[in-house]
């Protein structure tokens, strides 16, 4: 059992060097819900997801949701 955070939009999941992968397998796992909790409020998404991914089944299961700080806006574009 891995717990990932998931970009509630793409799907993807957080790597450990902060990048997104569609493959669970390669998304950075962490060792209590509120750890990843944490860690997923200071990405650059909008919403994300905490998940529980059973890589010997494939399945996922929702743990809980919350908003990241969101997408940097520049000024002048």
Not at 3 to 13: A, D, P, R
Not at 48 to 63: E, K
């Amino acid at each position: 059992m891995n717990i990932l955070v998931e970009n509630n939009e793409t799907l993807e999941y957080l790597t450990e060097k902060g990048q997104w992968t569609k493959d669970p397998l390669e998304g950075r796992r962490f060792p209590a819900t509120t750890v990843a909790f944490k860690a997923a409020k200071h990405e650059s998404v909008e919403r994300f997801n905490i998940v529980c991914h059973i890589p010997q089944t494939n399945q996922f299961i929702n743990l809980d949701h919350g908003r990241g700080k969101g997408l940097e806006v520049v000024s002048g574009e």
